[in-house]
């Protein structure tokens, strides 16, 4: 008789969670085969229990992204990582209603400030609904909610400049189904037309971007201490005569939509000069909806 043990140290291919010890006990006759014995034992091996993307993960915040954040947001505003699950429901993290909330600049052009931004209704001549959500007082990004449960961004607009910047695709927002630590890549169309007259294209050009869910984690702001979800959006490429690099980051927590992002907060600028506006904002108060 002979007995194997496997600790779960030494397999490197177990996927299957708890496994501590795997004994197989077999009669070894004189021309048994090792090779039988070891196809047996790997194939109980590598059956996993559950699902990995069935449980929750925890994963921490990258070193660059945690620089960056910090300087946008301010040292000890991401606490730390927690168990993180896919996005079972994308308006659960930004609930569709119209709702006011006040904000807390806390970098790039108006630090210091607060700013009034909220999230409004407007519904159109076909009876379908659709939103729009304030990233600063004169910048305004219009949300699609698609039949599969995605919250899509199709345009921004700037009113102090008086154009309207439309993304072909939509540029993600929150999606349903992302898991974490999953990314999704697309490239897209970018055209920047003039609100008085949307035919009259002002620029256009096109960008390759990467949206990833890189976790969830303990968020205090001005507001309240929250669990939130982070999302981060990443775009280069060149619209009109400027190259375009940039990175955004979201914070969503269940129920409250927004409660910091660091996103630009001039289109024109950003998009046409490449002039960086990039902002911290933190979630300071939740008003009456």
Known sequence: MVILELPVQSCTIVQCGRLKELTVRSHLGKNSSWRALSTLVLSLLIVPSRSAYGQSLVLELPPNDQKIIAAQLGPGVVGKALPSRPIDDASTYFPLHDSASIYQVVAGPNAGKTQTLGVTKARRT??????????????AGFIRQTPEGDLMMPAISDMSEGVVVI???ANPFVLKGMKPGESRSYVQRVMVNQLDDPSDQE?????????TYLGTYLVTVPAANYKAVLFRLKCDGKVGPAETHDTAYYFFAPGKGVVAMIAQENATAFWLIHIDTKSGKMLKKLMAN
């Open 203 to 211: 620029y256009s050009g096109s960008l390759n971007g990467t949206y």
């Open 167 to 169: 993304t072909t695709p």
């Open 126 to 139: 076909n009876g379908k609904s659709a939103w729009c959500f304030q990233f600063s007082p004169s910048l």
